[in-house]
């Protein structure tokens, strides 16, 4: 089982579903734990498309955010979503679950992330997150 999906996407908000939806059908018909692993890697592919969209890019749809997800042949499924924005310092972002964070409408999406998979790294300045699910 070996599976590789790679697409550049304007930064437009509606573009997120379609590449979520292509990339969980390629890992229903490729992954054998599919199920098991669906809700993490859906979550965690939509908020850091999200973020690359929403902060790296300012909804700028002239820019675009690349993304790439494979899955090997021991199943661990690897996501790597990168933008041209101006990067942030992961370690700078406030905890969603502090007292004062708890009914804010927004900064959950690193947190889900890292929550959801296995090994979460940033590079580039925080322009490009690598994900791991197993």
């Given at each position: 089982m070996s599976m590789r999906y790679e697409?550049?996407?304007?930064?437009?908000?509606?573009?997120?579903s379609p590449v979520v939806d292509a990339v969980m059908a390629r890992i229903h018909k490729e992954h054998a734990r599919a199920e098991e692993i669906e809700f993490a890697i859906e979550t965690a592919l939509r908020e850091a498309l999200a973020?690359?969209?929403?902060?790296?890019?300012?909804?700028?749809?002239?820019?675009?955010?690349?993304?790439?997800?494979?899955?090997?042949?021991?199943?661990?499924?690897?996501?790597?979503?990168?933008?041209?924005?101006?990067?942030?310092?992961?370690?700078?972002?406030?905890?969603?679950?502090?007292?004062?964070?708890?009914?804010?409408?927004?900064?959950?999406?690193?947190?889900?992330?890292?929550?959801l998979m296995d090994e979460v790294q940033f590079a580039d300045g925080g322009r490009e997150v690598r994900m791991r699910k197993s």
């Open positions: 697409v550049s996407i304007p930064a437009n908000v509606a573009a997120i973020n690359a969209i929403l902060h790296g890019c300012k909804q700028n749809s002239a820019k675009q955010v690349y993304c790439q997800v494979s899955c090997n042949a021991i199943g661990e499924v690897q996501i790597t979503v990168r933008d041209p924005g101006e990067g942030f310092d992961p370690t700078s972002i406030s905890d969603p679950l502090s007292e004062g964070n708890l009914l804010a409408d927004h900064g959950r999406g690193v947190y889900l992330i890292r929550h």
